[in-house]
C-alpha cells in the first residue's frame, strides 16, 4: 500500500472521550492530497484508465443530470475482494431493474475491476463501482443515451473515527421518510440518493452520528447508508427489505455470523420501541463494516456500551474479511 492517506467518506460527530479512552489523531485531520487518498490515484472509465485530474465525464450524462444509473461500493482486505459475486449479482439486479444495460459481461467486470485495484497498488481499501446512462441531450428520455458508460473508483477509506467502533455511535430519528417500493425501490442501488443525502443532513443538524429512517408506515427501514439490527434476550433481529431495507451484502454476512455462533436471527417490522428497549444494536454496510449503536433518540441501548454479541460479531467478521475474498494480485 503506497499511501498513508484515507479518504473520509463521512464526518460523523467524534464523541468526547472517556479519561481513560485511548486518544487517536482524527482520520479527517490528516493531509489529503487527493480525493480519493490515493498518491496518482487510476480511475477507469469505460475501458481506459486515467488520472484523478483527467477522470472527466460529459456534462450531458444522464447519471449528472438526472442521477440516471447504478453503483456498488465494494471492500477489499489483505490482497482479497470480499464478496464480489454478491456486490455484481446486485448490480446487475439493479440494472435489470431500470432497463440499463451493463455494457459488459460479469467476467470483464471482474477483471476491469481487479485491474483497476493492482493499478493503484493497494492491498485494502473500497471501490466505487457505477453504471450511468451516458450521454444523452437535456430531455428526460433514457432511449437517448446509447451507451452506457462504466467507471470504477480506488480509494482508500475510513468511514467513522476508530474511537466509534470502540465506544458505539449515537442515532437519530429524521423526519424523511424511506422511499416507498411504489416510488423508488430501494432495492435499486440508484444514483439518485437524495433521500439519503436529505437524512444524512438532519443527523449533522442533530449532532449525531447516523440518522434513522423509517417508512411511511412508520416501521424501521435503515439508517442513511446502513442496516440496522437490535438484539433481544440473545435474539438478533433486522428490518425485511419489504421495509424499505436495502438487501444489504454485509447484512447478509451478518446472518451468517450469527448462525454460525449459534444466535436466532429474524427478519422482521420493528417500531422504535423495539431500538430503545433492545439489549444491543448495531449498523452493516459495505463501507461502516458493522459498527455497535449506543443511543438512540436520547436513550441509551443496554448499559451504554457495545453489547457481547455484537462484539463477538464484529470480531468474526474481521476474520472472515482477512481471509476470505477474491484474490487481486496472483
Not at 490528516?30 to 496518482?40: L, Q
Not at 450524462?61 to 456486490?87: C, K, M, P, T
Not at 431500470?98 to 455494457?103: A, Q, R, S, T
Not at 454476512?253 to 417490522?269: P, R
Request: hydrophobic residues 40%; glycine residues 8%; aromatic residues 6%.
Amino acid at each position: 500500500m503506497k499511501t498513508t492517506d484515507a479518504a473520509v467518506l463521512d464526518e460523523p460527530k467524534i464523541h468526547e472521550p472517556t479519561p481513560d479512552a485511548v486518544v487517536e489523531p482524527a482520520i479527517e485531520g490528516r493531509p489529503r492530497p487527493t480525493a480519493v487518498g490515493v498518491k496518482d490515484a487510476k480511475i477507469y472509465i469505460d475501458g481506459k484508465f486515467y488520472s484523478e485530474a483527467d477522470a472527466k465525464i460529459s456534462v450531458f450524462d444522464h447519471g449528472l443530470l438526472y442521477g440516471d444509473g447504478i453503483f456498488e461500493g465494494i471492500r477489499f482486505y489483505n490482497g482479497r475482494v470480499f464478496r464480489l459475486g454478491e456486490h455484481l449479482d446486485r448490480l446487475w439486479d439493479s440494472a435489470r431493474s431500470i432497463c440499463l444495460e451493463v455494457p459488459m459481461t460479469k467476467q470483464a467486470m471482474t477483471e476491469a475491476l481487479l485491474e483497476a485495484i493492482r493499478k493503484n497498488n493497494l492491498r485494502d481499501g473500497y471501490v466505487r463501482l457505477i453504471v450511468t446512462r451516458g450521454i444523452g441531450n437535456l430531455g428526460l428520455n433514457p432511449t437517448q443515451c446509447k451507451w452506457p458508460s462504466v467507471i470504477i473508483i480506488v480509494a482508500a477509506i475510513t468511514l467513522y473515527h476508530d474511537n466509534l467502533y470502540r465506544k458505539g455511535l449515537t442515532i437519530v430519528t429524521c423526519a424523511t421518510r424511506r422511499c416507498s417500493p411504489g416510488a423508488l425501490n430501494p432495492a435499486v442501488k440508484s444514483l439518485n440518493y437524495l433521500n439519503n443525502v436529505m437524512a444524512r443532513l438532519e443527523a449533522n443538524l442533530a449532532d449525531a452520528d447516523e440518522a434513522l429512517m423509517l417508512n411511511d408506515q412508520g416501521y424501521v427501514a435503515e439508517c442513511t447508508a446502513d442496516n440496522i439490527f437490535v438484539i433481544k434476550r440473545g435474539q438478533i433481529v433486522t428490518p425485511p427489505v419489504t421495509a424499505g431495507a436495502l438487501r444489504g451484502i454485509t447484512r447478509s454476512v451478518a446472518f451468517e455470523i450469527a448462525e454460525e455462533l449459534g444466535f436466532k436471527t429474524l427478519k422482521a417490522d420493528i417500531t422504535r420501541h423495539e431500538i430503545y428497549a433492545a439489549d444491543e444494536c448495531f449498523l452493516t454496510g459495505t463501507a461502516a463494516e458493522i459498527i455497535p449503536v449506543v443511543k438512540a433518540d436520547g436513550r441509551m441501548i443496554g448499559n451504554g456500551k457495545p453489547g457481547p454479541i455484537t462484539t463477538r460479531i464484529i470480531a468474526r467478521f474481521r476474520q472472515m474479511t482477512r481471509d476470505t475474498g477474491t484474490p487481486i494480485y496472483g
